[in-house]
């Protein structure tokens, strides 16, 4: 199985950027299909961005799309979510996912908080006007 870690969240103005990372345990990285979602104070856990395990698909959230990007770097075991031009309803806890879905399940699965089988702590991001 893997584990997963995110770093890099923090306080920033809004207008401003951050890079979050999650650190995966492990020999397969490579494997998995991996996701980022958040959480606000009060609300339900959503979706923010997703990709294949090859990195070849990216998916993400309407809210999001534009601002940020996901990437991975399966050498390193690592996937990031650049976050520019933030927003203060971009405040939230952000949480690193992951599961061994094929290209195809994934297409239909890739926002679904309950079809990942691994999570991270999760870091706080808080963006200030």
């Known amino acids: 199985q893997v584990q997963l870690v995110e770093s890099g969240g923090g306080l920033v103005q809004a207008g401003g950027s951050l890079r979050l990372s999650c650190a995966a345990s492990?020999?397969?990285?490579?494997?998995?299909?991996m996701g980022w979602f958040r959480q606000a104070p009060g609300k339900e856990r959503e979706f923010v961005a997703a990709?294949?395990?090859?990195?070849?698909?990216?998916y993400y959230a309407n809210s999001v799309k534009g601002r940020f990007t996901i990437s991975r770097d399966n050498a390193k075991n690592t996937m990031y979510l650049q976050m520019n031009s933030l927003k203060p309803e971009d405040t939230a806890v952000y949480y690193c996912?992951?599961?061994?879905?094929?290209?195809?399940?994934?297409?239909?699965?890739?926002?679904?908080?309950?079809?990942?089988?691994?999570w991270g702590q999760g870091t706080q991001v808080t963006v200030s006007s």
């Open positions: 996912a992951a599961n061994q879905f094929t290209d195809v399940l994934f297409r239909f699965w890739f926002s679904t908080e309950g079809r990942y089988a691994f």
């Open positions: 492990g020999r397969t990285f490579s494997n998995y299909a």
């Open positions: 990709i294949t395990s090859s990195g070849g698909s990216t």
